[in-house]
């Protein structure tokens, strides 16, 4: 799949309490964590990526060659659209509610994505690979009642490093705007899958792409990073 059929959303809204730095900005190897997800998944050419405060991201993006780009029709207020030299589209759009958790990042993701089927990751996935994205987007691509395909790995649903049905996010804008309207918090992602059709895969049923635990693992403590740091320095990496 590719062109106006899948999109990219990075999902990267967290305060990174647990870390203490901005995870997605977090150096390995010599390149960004967010470096690192564009360059796995740079055969998708309409990315979306939904954060907390756009200026710091679109600094760092802009230090990595990205320009302005031309405007979208609708865009969301606050979002700056941007193009990479090889003409790859890349829109930076703030959460519609901050403080709201993943979900409210995914419903802006979702929003302003062109694709039917959109790659959800997490912006703190140094190890996700083509196989990957390409796998779950097929996965998903060939049973059209299905709402998602969510890996299980680390002894759970990965429903930040996922594919989903761009529709699916009218449900998600729904429930971040009623946790808003009544100030609870907002629905967790877990909760989100049960309303959702999901088709949860497995390690042994995604043969051939390599260690999903590694490529699910986020960076999100200090002993993420420093694993990740050692994991980058391997030469297979």
């Known amino acids: 799949m590719s062109g106006p059929d899948r999109s990219l959303v990075i999902v990267a809204g967290g305060r990174s309490r647990r870390l203490g730095r901005n995870k997605p900005l977090v150096e390995i190897g010599g390149r960004t964590v967010l470096s690192r997800i564009l360059e796995a998944t740079a055969h998708i050419a309409d990315v979306v990526l939904a954060v907390r405060e756009v200026?710091?991201?679109?600094?760092?993006?802009?230090?990595?060659?990205?320009?302005?780009?031309?405007?979208?029709?609708g865009r969301p207020p606050g979002s700056v659209a941007l193009r990479n030299p090889k003409g790859r589209a890349l829109i930076v759009v703030p959460d519609p509610v901050p403080d709201l958790g993943p979900l409210a990042g995914l419903t802006s993701?979702?929003?302003?994505?062109?694709g039917a089927i959109c790659v959800v990751l997490a912006g703190d996935l140094p190890f996700v690979t083509p196989d990957l994205v390409d796998r779950l987007s097929r996965e998903l691509a060939s049973d059209a009642e299905l709402d998602a395909v969510v890996p299980r790995a680390r002894g759970r649903a990965q429903p930040l490093c996922a594919a989903y049905r761009r529709e699916v996010g009218r449900l998600a804008a729904r429930l971040v705007a009623r946790a808003a309207e009544s100030?609870?918090?907002s629905p967790s992602m877990m909760s989100f899958l049960e309303r959702l059709k999901v088709r949860h895969v497995t390690a042994e049923q995604l043969?051939?792409?390599?260690?999903?635990?590694?490529?699910?693992?986020?960076?999100?403590?200090?002993?993420?990073?420093?694993?990740?740091?050692?994991?980058?320095?391997r030469p297979d990496s």
Do not use: C, K, Y
């Open 207 to 233: 043969t051939g792409i390599g260690d999903l635990e590694t490529m699910v693992r986020g960076v999100d403590s200090r002993a993420d990073l420093d694993w990740a740091v050692g994991r980058a320095a």
């Open 109 to 114: 993701g979702l929003d302003a994505a062109g």
């Open 55 to 73: 200026p710091p991201f679109q600094g760092t993006l802009a230090a990595e060659g990205w320009e302005p780009g031309a405007d979208r029709a």
């Open 183 to 185: 100030r609870d918090s």
